[in-house]
């Protein structure tokens, strides 16, 4: 899905607040961006044809082997990558969710079905894409389900999409759990963790078996010399990015009442920054434009996830400033 994702300022000529991408607008990179200026004559020179400093590094933040962490160009090229894999396989995906899976999906030839909740028994698929906690709702599959769901379908493949990990307090599963189950492949994405989208940076991980098959598929320098410089500087800086979980969610909670008081929109649960919203009349779209050009304020219109409405749109939390300036608008808008 090359149009239709969230955070498209390149449309707009003066977006002053941000909350269609899903990341924290408010780290400070200015550490990351002297770093990187320092390394940055690394751009005359090819980087490692696979990223096994970065791997290594990832590993041991995540106690588990180097075989079993695999980096990317962001999350996204991990998706491609199983996907043509797994060719002509079947796929369950759970929805409303990421387009990414699905359109990987069909590029590979998957036979696909689509559920809008997790199946109670075990089934007969190839593989089950699942985003926990998910987009664009924000909810997290109770950990206790999804294992249940995985011990009694090995042979499926269960691909969990733990990109906002960072954004919720719910138990979720790990990464050193997930390589050492037969079945299990995990996302991260270090440009949600990090707030560095622009930079494309991620990693799958897996058993060692799993992860050889989706290596097999992967180019030589897929991922560029600065964000292989950005991953490890990052790793080393853990502290200057800690997010405020309790904060967050609180925060949610606060925009979520406020919005629900308007009257005029339906709120969905959610587990982490995420908000979904239903108009209760008008358009998404419509809604987004006036937004950008009144206020300068960015929505994701969610009217292109599947199993949504025109009427829904997506927000992420940002700070209480903003917030407010978000819920004002909308007030004025709706």
């Known amino acids: 899905m090359t149009h239709g994702h969230g955070d498209d300022t390149y449309k707009y000529s003066d977006i002053r607040i941000n909350f269609s ?12 961006k002297n770093h990187l200026i320092k390394h940055f004559d690394k751009i005359s020179n090819y980087p490692e044809p696979a990223p096994q400093t970065l791997e290594t590094a990832l590993a041991s933040e995540l106690s588990i082997k180097p075989e079993e962490v695999m980096a990317c160009s962001g999350a996204t090229e991990a998706i491609y990558l199983i996907a043509q894999a797994f060719q002509g396989s079947t ?26 909740q997790i199946p109670p028994t075990s089934f007969d698929f190839g593989l089950l894409w699942i ?72 990693y799958a991980t897996a058993n060692t078996t799993l992860l050889s098959k989706i290596r097999a598929q992967r180019m030589p320098w897929s991922v560029n010399a600065l964000a292989q410089e950005a991953g490890l500087y990052l790793l080393n800086h853990k502290a200057d990015y800690k997010l405020d979980i309790d904060s967050i969610i609180s925060e949610r909670q606060r ?22 919203c239903q108009l209760s009349e008008g358009s998404a779209a419509e809604l987004k434009e006036r937004l950008a050009t009144r206020h300068g304020i960015l929505i994701r219109d969610a009217s292109n996830f599947s199993g949504l409405s025109q009427r829904h749109f997506r927000i992420a939390i940002q700070s209480p400033d903003e917030n407010d300036q978000l819920i004002k608008a909308l007030k004025d808008e709706i």
Do not use: W
């Open 21 to 32: 991408s899903n990341v924290y607008n408010h780290f400070n990179h200015d550490g990351l």
């Open 131 to 202: 985003c926990c906690p998910n987009n664009p709702t924000g909810t997290v599959t109770p950990l206790k389900s999804l294992l249940k769901l995985i011990k009694e379908n090995e042979k499926t493949v269960f691909v969990v999409d733990a990109s906002y990990a960072p954004f919720t307090s719910e138990p979720l599963l790990s990464a050193k759990e997930a390589a050492a189950m037969p079945n299990v492949i995990m996302l991260h994405s270090m440009t949600k963790q990090f707030s560095i989208p622009g930079l494309r940076l991620g």
């Open 255 to 276: 925009v979520t009442k406020a919005l629900q008081q308007t009257g005029k929109m339906t709120i969905s649960p959610s587990d982490s920054h995420m908000i979904l």
């Open 91 to 116: 796929s369950l995906i759970l929805q409303p969710t990421f387009a990414e899976y699905a359109d990987a999906c069909r590029a590979n030839n998957h036979k696909l079905t689509t559920i809008f």
